[in-house]
């Protein structure tokens, strides 16, 4: 039974979660770009401000749904700061469009919510539902640009493999709970750890569980979808959904595993999981021509290095975990930023050869990209830089050779395709000058302030990591 | 216990091949019963609506279903009433104002989806043509 003082504890779901109504009447009444956009940031603010007002009622176990606890509400914070820069990047580039514009808004509120509820889930019926909230609003997000065919085929090609993996998911769920009759997940642990407690029933449950969750985290072999979608999704969205939709789920996977025991066939699964998305991710990455594709390929990789990092043992997990996962929105987005502010009214940004030459154009947008690609590349000065370095002080800590040294190289290989993309950027711009598309589009100037805060957080958490490590420590204890 | 789930396996055989059955069926049926006798129903039977009439032109034109959106919100409200069916089992059993109170935001929440429909013109059949905007 849901008392008051739950409901207070819960307060910045509570507002997120009325936001999509209020901007949906609110669109009902008077449509306006603008005044959509307002109101969302305004939401999503509200939500972020309610989550160190409630911080000292934590943590809290709201029904056996929602843990609220410092954990959850450092994810939920994370959420909330991504899906806001995806709602104003997502404002200039429809501006640019022709579309139906502001309902975007309204199922970004509902992504952003699944993604808070699956960050806070603890119990099988709130991962699902988390899951469902956030997949069924990224169905339409995904093909919201639906008069391109791109659009409407990753649309439907993302709601048909979603569909698959969460039958998947369920009926792993269902088969964990007819061996153990609970779906708490701290139940769930104990019974695991029991003595004679993983029967084949259980870890079948648990093997299909993980199908539906790689397949939400794009690792290989369930990786597939990952390029298709990015390429047809709008810009912001496939941030978002790199981002928020992938960190959500990771951030639940962490607090799955970290109250049912790692066993070996787990480690073993995870480990063939983790060496596949990286090879996978890189290896195919160097092949593209799209950089939505590069992006897409890169976003598979770096889930793979998530992995080393969340199948050590010892204090450095969660916080190798949160802090790559922390450098890796702030990158990501940044990466996406520039590819939404150069796309122009009819097709995105995304050839290779858009960006050819792209230093002559805009040198303010070349140092941006550059420095996300570098940060993506885990080069020094730059937030991936640290978060790449925790993640190898963690794998070693816990002596995982095998998967450090895979790591080590791929984060060679990934090399290769950061540093074309960056070559191209540098390259003399194409001889025929008409071809070329219309010089950079004009950037609205909330578009510049955007890329000038990412670079920024960046270059700090590159520079200056102390602040965040602090903070993470203070927020999430080593457990 | 181990008879009594060998029966339930066999309920559901039961139930698989009675819903084969149903679906293959009429099929069969037709097959079997449908009049051959004149070369005219003879024809009439290749027809794809095998209902005596003769139809008029082709099925695959272009028609107005400026009515799907409504159809579709039909759906929608039909498959969130079954969520009350559960709520009635357990109504008032404690703390009755309380389940007033949530059935109340519960419906009242999706009312409000009306409203937005109704501002977004689902509810007006006019031939129309949907601009971008």
Not at chain 1, 219 to 236: K, L, N, R, V
Request: hydrophobic letters at 55%; charged letters at 10%; a positive charge.
């Amino acid at each position: 039974m849901i008392t008051g003082a739950d409901l207070i504890a819960l307060l910045p779901f509570l507002i997120l979660g009325g936001a999509p109504v209020v901007v949906m009447l609110a669109i009902a009444v008077h449509r306006h770009h603008g005044l959509t956009l307002g109101l969302t940031a305004g939401f999503l603010t509200a939500a972020f401000l309610a989550l160190p007002g409630v911080l000292s009622r934590l943590p809290r176990q709201a029904t056996p749904l929602i843990a609220a606890d410092s954990y959850a509400f450092f994810y939920t914070g994370l959420i909330l700061l991504a899906s806001l820069v995806v709602a104003l990047l997502s404002y200039g580039h429809l501006e640019k469009r022709q579309v139906v514009r502001e309902e975007l808004y309204i199922l970004l509120l509902l992504a952003a919510l699944g993604a808070a509820v699956l960050a806070a889930a603890s119990h099988f019926v709130s991962f699902f539902l988390g899951l469902e909230i956030l997949s069924v609003s990224l169905y339409p997000l995904i093909a919201y640009e639906r008069r391109s065919g791109r659009g409407a085929e990753a649309g439907i090609k993302y709601l048909i493999l979603a569909a698959a993996s969460a039958s998947f998911l369920i009926f792993g769920m269902a088969l964990v709970y007819s061996r153990y009759g609970t779906m708490e997940f701290s139940r769930i642990g104990g019974a695991f750890a029991a003595p004679g407690g993983a029967g084949i029933v259980a870890v079948a449950g648990l093997a299909m569980i993980v199908v539906g969750i790689g397949f939400k985290l794009g690792m290989a072999p369930f990786h597939m979808w990952t390029p298709d979608i990015f390429e047809g999704a709008p810009p912001p969205v496939a941030g978002f959904i790199a981002t928020v939709s992938k960190g959500a789920m990771f951030a639940l996977l962490l607090r799955y595993f970290s109250q049912v025991p790692i066993t070996a066939p787990v480690l073993a699964i995870f480990t063939v999981i983790a060496i596949g998305s990286m090879f996978v991710g890189n290896l195919l990455a160097l092949f593209q021509q799209n950089v939505k594709r590069i992006l897409a390929y890169s976003s598979i990789a770096h889930l793979g290095y998530l992995l080393v990092a969340f199948l050590a043992s010892g204090p450095l997990r969660p916080m190798a975990v949160t802090f790559y996962l922390t450098a890796y929105f702030v990158t990501t987005l940044g990466a996406f930023g520039v590819v939404t502010v150069l796309s122009g009214r009819v097709r995105d940004a995304d050839e290779l050869e858009d960006y050819r030459g792209l230093s002559r154009r805009s040198p303010w947008l070349t140092g941006v990209f550059t420095a996300m690609l570098l940060s993506l590349a885990g080069m020094p000065l730059t937030a991936g830089f640290i978060g790449k370095f925790y993640l190898v002080a963690a794998g070693a800590g816990s002596s995982l050779w095998l998967l450090v040294i895979v790591l080590l190289v791929n984060s060679t290989i990934g090399l290769f395709y950061y540093l074309r993309l960056i070559a191209v950027l540098f390259a003399a711009p194409p001889e025929a000058e008409a071809a070329l598309p219309p010089a950079a589009p004009a950037v609205s100037p909330l578009g510049h302030l955007l890329l000038g805060v990412l670079l920024g957080l960046l270059l700090w958490l590159g520079i200056l990591p102390a602040p965040l490590i602090d903070f993470i420590h203070l927020m999430i204890p080593a457990g | 216990m181990e008879q009594h789930s060998l029966f339930d396996l066999l309920y559901v055989a039961a139930f698989f091949l009675g819903g084969v059955g149903f679906a293959v069926g009429p099929f069969i049926i037709s097959h079997l019963l449908a009049p051959r006798g004149t070369r005219a129903t003879r024809a009439k039977t290749t027809q794809i609506y095998e209902c005596g009439m003769d139809p008029i032109g082709d099925a695959w034109i272009r028609f107005g279903i400026v009515y799907y959106l409504y159809a579709l919100m039909f759906v929608a409200f039909a498959v969130d009433v079954l969520f009350l069916f559960p709520v009635a089992l357990v109504y008032n059993r404690a703390l009755g104002s309380r389940d007033l109170v949530e059935l109340v935001m519960f419906v009242g929440i999706l009312s409000l989806v009306i409203i937005y429909a109704w501002k977004k013109g689902v509810f007006q059949w006019e031939r129309k043509i949907y601009n971008p905007r």
